[in-house]
T-cell receptor, first 113, second 112 residues
Framework: GESVGLHLPTLSVQEGDNSIINCAYS??????FIWYKQESGKGPQFIID?????DKRQGQRVTVLLNKTVKHLSLQIAATQPGDSAVYFC????????????FGKGTHLIIQP | DADVTQTPRNRITKTGKRIMLECSQT?????MYWYRQDPGLGLRLIYY???????NKGEISDGYSVSRQAQAKFSLSLESAIPNQTALYFC???????????FGSGTRLTVV
């Protein structure tokens, strides 16, 4: 069946650099996408979301880009800090009244000092 | 107090036992969800509820049941636990379709 997936299971970046985490989705009916951050021993924490009628959305130090043509979603984190170390999940919600986010498998972001 | 509270935080149970995981929320949201997290598989939806009278199966509902006792309470039961139900379980709430979820801290369940 259709699913949300991530390109890289682990991403290592230098502190202060920008991080880009990618996600591919295959369900063209999805109309809502979210990025979550999960630290060890904690539940997923909402970072930023984007609806399918948008291409880009910015938050504090984070930007989400949506390319519906190639079904690709990315999370950009500016000036990465040690506290950004976590597993990052993308998730999609199907349109048409269906509910229940479908999550990708996650990318582990490691910050090098 | 946390917006979404799950109890217990950790539980070890024996194969064949019945166990209930509880979730309560103070967000005032109508929608509540139960997810299971396994290493390498991400989070998978077990059940979700739009309100007290509306319960829906998710991707992996077999072996589980739920009860929505009130708007604020949504419990997950394993009628006869088996070892492959060992996982991290998360409850979440949302105010409606296409809004972000607020997750609890999770319940780590081990079935031996």
């Amino acid at each position: 069946g259709e699913s949300v997936g991530l390109h890289l299971p682990t991403l290592s970046v230098q502190e202060g650099d920008n991080s880009i985490i990618n996600c591919a989705y295959s369900n063209s009916a999805s109309d809502y996408f979210i990025w979550y951050k999960q630290e060890s021993g904690k539940g997923p924490q909402f970072i930023i979301d984007i609806r399918s009628n948008m291409d880009k959305r910015q938050g504090q130090r984070v930007t989400v880009l949506l390319n519906k043509t190639v079904k690709h979603l990315s999370l950009q984190i500016a000036a990465t800090q040690p506290g950004d170390s976590a597993v990052y999940f993308c998730a999609e919600n199907l349109g048409g009244g269906a509910d229940g986010l479908t999550f990708g498998k996650g990318t582990h972001l490691i910050i090098q000092p | 107090d946390a917006d979404v509270t799950q109890t217990p935080r950790n539980r070890i149970t024996k194969t064949g036992k019945r166990i209930m995981l509880e979730c309560s929320q103070t967000k005032g949201h109508d929608r509540m969800y139960w997810y299971r997290q396994d290493p390498g598989l991400g989070l998978r939806l077990i059940y979700y509820s739009f309100d007290v009278k509306d319960i829906n199966k998710g991707e992996i509902s077999d072996g589980y049941s739920v009860s929505r006792q009130a708007q604020a309470k949504f419990s997950l039961s394993l009628e006869s636990a088996i070892p492959n139900q060992t996982a991290l379980y998360f409850c979440a709430t949302s105010p409606g379709h296409n809004y972000g979820y607020t997750f609890g801290s999770g319940t780590r369940l081990t079935v031996v």
